[in-house]
């Protein structure tokens, strides 16, 4: 088993590419953390995955909730040895000069915000047991920017900039940290990229995608299992395009 023992804290992980990451890491044995702001889908995966799940509640934008995460894995678990930074959020795809402040803000909340408080709040924890792993799930439109998505695109290509320098800073620390960028997946987010979800817009995306899909939660969570296994010793400041070929 790859993360036997291994203690697993995964934001997001009620739904989506999150729940995908967490069944994976559980069925490879870690303990995983199942966070979330909706606390009744956060248990539903916690009970699906068993007695080596604990599901919290968590806005992952809010330093007093993400101390507390903290506080109780540790008091469940003992230790936290993964991070992966999976939750987010985004504006409708609309004109840049649409999206409201308070849009733009809880962007920049729940998908910066969070890699900042989760990092003040975790990674003493990692250097003093020595090693760690983070992964940030941030997306090709941090690389690649799809029209009317500029705030989303915006924040996550900080989210990548986030990673590249956190792997610098923490390497002699033993903390590796990697990124994952998925193209556009079947989650709850896919209508607000696409401003509608219809037939001929999904078509639209797929045809960005020369491997001629969506994305999947499966696909997320065998390469966040990779990054997170001591396979990926040697891989650390690395954002991985799991894209079908989108960014080439």
Known sequence: MRLKNKIAIITGAGSGFG??????????????????????????VAMEIGKNALAIKCDVSQDGD????FEQTLEQFGSADI????????????????VTEKEFDQIFAVNVKSVF???KHGVPLMKKKGQGVILNVASTAGQRPRPGLTWYNTSKGAMITATKAMAIELATFKIRVNAINPV????????????????????QF???IPWGRLSQPEDMSNAALFLCSEEADMITGTCMDVDGGRCI
């Open 117 to 119: 408080l989760t990092a």
């Open 66 to 69: 993400v101390a507390s995460l």
């Open 83 to 98: 991070l992966v930074n999976n939750a987010g959020t985004t504006h409708r795809n609309k004109p840049m000069t649409e």
């Open 206 to 208: 797929v045809s960005s």
């Open 184 to 203: 556009a997946g079947e989650t709850g987010m896919l209508h607000l990229f696409m401003g509608e979800d219809t037939p001929e817009k999904r078509a």
């Open 19 to 44: 729940k995908g990451i967490a069944i994976r890491f559980a069925e490879e044995e870690a303990k995983v953390v199942i966070v979330d702001i909706n606390i009744d889908s956060a248990e539903k």
